[in-house]
């Protein structure tokens, strides 16, 4: 069983910054993508960033230029640097794992959110 904590949500001025940690612990064989989602009341979750265990990056258009996925792979930990924050950045923020456990099984698990809010 995998499980993930997430740290650094809050509330910041639009222009700010804010960086989001996800940390995954517990029984797995390999990590593959490591992401963030984000969703508002009564819209659908969205994806903000993914990083694949190569490294490759895929970011939403609204994000680009602004937010930054990194990962730390000794550590199976994701981060999601965020710069140029807007208030419709508002949102609870869902740290992503896609992993493969030791029998090759793949799994996707979430994290429990973390609300960042922006004022304008």
């Known amino acids: 069983q995998v499980q993930l904590v997430e740290s650094g949500g809050g509330l910041v001025q639009a222009g700010g910054s804010l960086r989001l940690s996800c940390a995954a612990s517990?029984?797995?064989?390999?990590?593959?993508?490591m992401g963030w989602y984000r969703q508002v009341p009564g819209k659908q979750r969205e994806l903000v960033a993914v990083?694949?265990?190569?490294?490759?990056?895929n970011y939403a258009d609204s994000v680009k230029g602004r937010f930054t996925i990194s990962r730390d792979n000794a550590k199976n930990t994701v981060y999601l640097q965020m710069t140029s924050l807007k208030p419709e950045d508002t949102a609870v923020y869902y740290c992503?794992?896609?992993?493969?456990?030791?029998?090759?099984?793949?799994?996707?698990?979430w994290g429990q959110g973390t609300q960042v809010t922006v004022s304008s």
């Open positions: 992503n794992l896609q992993y493969y456990s030791s029998s090759y099984r793949r799994y996707t698990n």
């Open positions: 517990g029984s797995f064989f390999s990590i593959n993508d």
């Open positions: 990083m694949s265990s190569g490294g490759t990056t």
